[in-house]
């Protein structure tokens, strides 16, 4: 039997997002990240980890069994090693029941993405299709994006520029990021005249593809009270998945974001979270995305979210700033990683260690995360400084 114990982050280790890295492997990226971590938290793995959870995807690796090619750079070496089979924010979930069984009271995350190596990636996301009805039809990834894009537009009454809108909005955000690698200025003003990828979608859209590592440690309370003075404290999980198939999915709402919310603000005791978030790091794999994923983790109160991206609340100086860091559209779509990207950006922002994109003040923060196409599963985290 469990007991009651509050988790905190105690350590956080990232390194900069690139489009390629091929003067280094998934292991040396892997060993960089974790000895960040490891130092910010004040800890030795090999003698003070008790327990290593891993997000790694065969499909993506290219190797079955992955979490055998782990321990060595992770300081894991004959402890307990396991593998999540997905993004990173399940993994920290696992890390958290850890600690509450009273087995372990220190616990390693790890994930990461070397999607450089992948020869044709489309490939692998066709893999997630049904076999006999869909795959035979030769759909791609951002050709189903483009179909809900457009169908979720239209039953807002929203348009292709309000997606325009996320997009300048992360890639502006991502230039403070010293982590980012698709920072940039988009002028509203002018005409795209970029081909659509899938009408409406075009691939300012689009997330690029990163290659990095992440590791985040976490603790019993009792232990994360001797490591540091400023833990960031999980107050509540959620995670959930919509209808595998393309046919019975509901193409309007983000009803796997929605079923995660509600199971992690009951665990948060999050009774209004639009009052009482103050800042979130959200999916935005796909731009309009992010507008489907604040609208289902109630962040929008009974408004449409493109009308509060019109009056500028998830801007950096806004009532409610949504991806501070750049999003994945500015830092770059780690595969697996994202979800654990997400959260370390939060909770640098709880830290008060954002740098140049600090957000003053907060206390309480959400982040989400999404598989993406064709899946319907994702995850959210609360995380508070208090």
């Known amino acids: 039997m469990g007991y009651l114990t509050n988790v905190a982050i105690v350590g956080l280790g990232i390194t900069q997002l690139k489009p390629s890295t091929p003067e280094v492997s998934y292991k040396e990226l892997i060993f960089e990240a974790a000895q960040k971590a490891y130092a910010d938290a004040g800890l030795d793995p090999r003698r003070d980890v008790e327990s290593f959870v ?89 050709f189903i994006a483009g179909l809900e894009m457009n169908r979720f537009l239209h039953s807002r009454g929203a348009t292709k520029t309000h997606c325009r809108m996320v997009a300048a909005k992360n890639r502006r955000n991502a230039l403070s990021n010293s982590l980012a690698m698709n920072g940039g200025n988009m002028k509203l003003d002018e005409e795209d005249h970029q081909p659509a990828l899938s009408d409406p979608l075009t691939s300012e859209d689009v997330a690029p593809i990163a290659d990095g590592a992440a590791v985040v440690v976490v603790a019993s309370e009792k232990v994360a009270k001797t490591l540091r003075k400023d833990p960031v404290w999980i107050k509540g999980f959620g995670w959930a998945s919509d209808s595998p198939t393309l046919e019975t999915r509901n193409w309007t709402d983000a009803a796997y974001a929605k079923l995660a919310a509600k199971q992690a603000y009951k665990m948060a005791k999050l009774n209004e979270p639009v009052k009482e978030v103050h800042v979130a790091e959200v999916d935005d794999t796909y731009s309009y995305k992010e507008l489907q994923h604040l609208e289902a983790l109630g962040l929008t109160g009974n408004a449409m979210a493109h ?47 954002a740098g140049s994109h600090q957000i003053n003040g907060v206390q309480t923060g959400v982040a989400q995360c999404w598989r993406g196409v064709p899946t319907t599963s994702g995850a959210v985290t609360v995380l508070s400084n208090r």
């Open 54 to 142: 891993c997000s790694s995807e065969d499909f993506w690796e290219g190797t079955s069994i992955f979490d055998e090619y782990v321990p060595d750079q992770l300081g894991a070496a004959q402890k307990p090693v396991c593998t999540i089979c997905a993004d990173g924010m399940y993994s920290l979930a696992t890390a958290y029941m850890q600690i509450l069984t009273g087995i372990f009271d220190v616990v390693a995350v790890e994930a990461h993405s070397k999607a450089s190596d992948i020869v044709n990636i489309s490939s692998i996301y066709d893999l997630a299709l049904d076999p006999v009805y869909t795959r035979p039809l030769g759909l791609n990834a951002n």
């Open 307 to 353: 009308t509060l991206l019109q009056q500028g609340v998830f801007d950096r100086n806004g009532t409610l700033p949504v991806n501070p860091s750049g999003g994945s559209i500015g830092m770059g779509n780690t595969l697996e990683m994202s979800g654990l990207v997400r959260v370390i950006e939060l909770a640098l922002q709880l830290r008060g260690e």
